[in-house]
């Protein structure tokens, strides 16, 4: 059966970090290029980064830029995404999702195939 289960979401003060976690089950990551989305309340998903299968680029969009961190590794068929630096705006739950083949970098979030059930971050004093 194939599964993304995200991991490490919770609560934590302004200025402070999180490691979010994706690990997959049933089909190995090597392949994919691998997402991370949010969704607020209220608001739509949008992109917050993603690493490529091949030579390991990355992209972040700009709100999170020089503040998260996306990263593999193959052998533990885990994505991780270090979040630090934390603001109330980063709340929101957040997702990790799969492409086979993009066409575009970064890849268009209708090309993401499978997703996590996602976990919930919370920045507040």
């Known amino acids: 059966q194939v599964q993304l289960v995200e991991s490490g979401g919770g609560l934590v003060q302004p200025g402070g970090s999180l490691r979010l976690s994706c690990a997959a089950s049933?089909?190995?990551?090597?392949?994919?290029?691998i997402g991370w989305f949010r969704q607020a309340p209220g608001k739509e998903r949008e992109g917050v980064s993603c690493?490529?299968?091949?030579?390991?680029?990355?992209y972040y969009a700009d709100s999170v830029k020089g503040r998260f961190t996306i990263s593999r590794d193959n052998a533990k068929n885990t994505v991780y995404l270090q979040m630090n630096s934390l603001k109330p705006e980063d709340t929101a739950v957040y997702y990790c999702?799969?492409?086979?083949?993009?066409?575009?970098?970064?890849?268009?979030?209708?090309?993401?195939?499978?997703w996590g059930q996602g976990t919930q971050v919370t920045v507040s004093s």
């Open positions: 999702a799969t492409v086979g083949i993009a066409t575009m970098w970064p890849p268009a979030i209708y090309e993401y195939d499978y």
């Open positions: 690493i490529s299968s091949s030579d390991g680029s990355t």
């Open positions: 049933g089909f190995t990551l090597d392949y994919y290029a």
